[in-house]
Structures are given as C-alpha cells and as structure tokens.
C-alpha cells in the first residue's frame, strides 16, 4: 500500500509534466522542417502570388513596405517556433523549395481567374483580391490613373 505521501507526490510530478507540455514556449516543442510550417509556406506563396500579379499587370503595384514587414513577420515567426537564421536563410534559398512554393502560387492564380497570356486576367484577379481584403490583396494596391 502505497503512503498519502507518495501518492501526492505522484499526482505532482504528474502534474507539472503535464502544465509543462502544455505551456511549453513554442521554440521549444520538436519542429517539423520549415516546409512543413503551415504559416510560413502559406506565407510564401501568398507574397509569390502578390509579387506575380503586380508584375504581369502593369496597373497593380507591391505595397513593398507591407510587404517586407509580413516578410518579416514569417522570420520571426520561424524564429519563435526554434528554427535558426541558417536554417531559415537555407530554406529560403533552397532551388526545389522555390520552384514547389512558385508552383502552388501559379496554380492558385490559375484556379482564382489568371491566365498566362493575359496580363487583363492577373489585373482582375488582383483587383479582386485587393477588394477581398485577403493576405494577396493587402500586399497591392492599384495604380491611380
């Protein structure tokens, strides 16, 4: 028969190690890879579709302050889940990731309206995203005439 004593200090120890992985810092917790990091990648491509928009379509222009602030936003970020300013700078350079990030992106503005030889069809697909409010869209601005 175990004692009250050790029973509560069962229960504690039980406890802490569960408020711990609970409450665990982000950096801390295993990292998947940064293709694998949802917010990042997701990221990416929006500000891949933005920078393909504005320029195929010579009436959108890039909000380049925004754009670099939210470019920003995903290094830290990145940083905070635990990843290095190596691992992030590796990533980011990495040929095959580029090419799978611009693919996605192309294929989203596909299925949103844009068509290759079209520069009118990026213009409407940009315009409509500017009006949407969405991560694209508040990476743009139209051109004043």
Known sequence: MKSTYSVSISLL???????????????????????EETHVTEGLIAISMADTVRTI?????????????YLNSLKEHAL???????????????????????????????????ITESANSYCAVGLSEIKAGSDIGKLLKANKK
């Not at 120890?13 to 293709?35: D, N, Y």
């Not at 190596?86 to 503005?109: C, D, H, P, T």
């Open 13 to 35: 120890v039980r406890a802490i190690l569960l408020s711990t992985m609970v409450f665990l810092p982000e950096k801390l917790m295993a990292k998947q890879g940064l293709p």
């Open 57 to 69: 379509c010579p009436s959108i222009d890039a909000r380049l302050i925004t754009a670099f602030i």
């Open 80 to 114: 905070d889940l635990g990843y290095t300013v190596e691992e992030i700078k590796a990533f980011i350079n990495n040929k095959n990731e580029k090419e799978r990030l611009l693919e996605i992106a192309g294929a989203r503005l596909s299925t949103l309206g844009a």
